[in-house]
């Protein structure tokens, strides 16, 4: 009889940092967003990096 369980080779989603925490994104809020922006070159860092979602990368 086959027994019922998850693929083990299936990776877990990701979720998205701040609509996991409920965080509200806001120009005036430098120390959030200075977690993702590089110190050296000013920068914002990618998606792949920061881990957002598409809404709150843009």
Known sequence: MPVDMTDPLQKPSRTCLLCQHN????????????QFISPYTGRMYGRHVTGLCLHMQR
Request: glycine share 0%; no cysteine; proline share 0%.
């Open 23 to 34: 965080e509200k994104l806001d120009y005036k809020n430098t120390q959030l967003l200075s």
